[in-house]
């Protein structure tokens, strides 16, 4: 089911770059490697945390993205090669299985036309928050950031 949100993100994060079409090979594997020093993070959530840079047009080849975790306030002091990110919008979001992420960008951008919102310039990142489930595959939220509803 969709809906829209105001939400912050804060995050302890990796950047990295790399092409549109190779971002569900790339995303797991910064993930993994992100993770494998996350314990140095002292206010970790354990809540994993994917956010992008949306893709503009059909010319639009490379982008960046960061894979990270949330974190509960800014740390003064992160391990070498991460930094601190925050994102704060309207967001139109959807949860589910992550094994259905182009089901659920899919629904959600029908939804987003259906209901008349417009997104939010290329500056605002589209957020992912993924949810470890016990003996099944992990759920994911995710969140495009839209203009305000008040803007419609």
């Known amino acids: 089911?969709?809906?829209?949100?105001?939400?912050?993100?804060?995050?302890?994060?990796?950047?990295?770059?790399?092409?549109?079409?190779?971002?569900?090979?790339?995303?797991?594997?910064?993930?993994?490697?992100?993770l494998q020093q996350a314990h140095h993070i002292f206010n970790r959530t354990g809540l994993e945390v994917s956010i992008y840079e949306p893709k503009i047009g059909e010319n639009h080849l490379e982008g960046t993205f960061f894979?990270?975790?949330?974190?509960?306030?800014k740390e003064?002091?992160?391990?070498?090669?991460?930094?601190?990110?925050?994102?704060?919008?309207?967001?139109?979001?959807?949860?589910?299985k992550v094994t259905e992420m182009e089901r659920l960008y899919s629904d959600l951008n029908q939804w987003i036309e259906e209901?008349?919102?417009?997104?939010?310039g290329p500056e605002h990142y589209i957020v992912e928050v993924y949810y470890p489930v016990e003996?099944?595959?992990?759920?994911?939220?995710?969140?495009?950031?839209?203009?305000n509803a008040a803007e419609k």
């Open 115 to 120: 209901q008349g919102y417009q997104y939010e």
């Open 67 to 73: 894979v990270g975790l949330l974190v509960n306030g």
């Open 1 to 34: 089911m969709c809906k829209v949100v105001s939400k912050e993100f804060q995050a302890a994060v990796m950047r990295n770059r790399g092409l549109f079409k190779d971002y569900a090979e790339l995303v797991p594997k910064a993930a993994q490697h992100f």
């Open 135 to 147: 003996n099944d595959a992990e759920d994911v939220e995710v969140y495009i950031p839209i203009k």
């Open 76 to 96: 003064e002091s992160l391990p070498e090669g991460m930094e601190y990110i925050r994102a704060e919008n309207s967001y139109a979001a959807i949860r589910g």
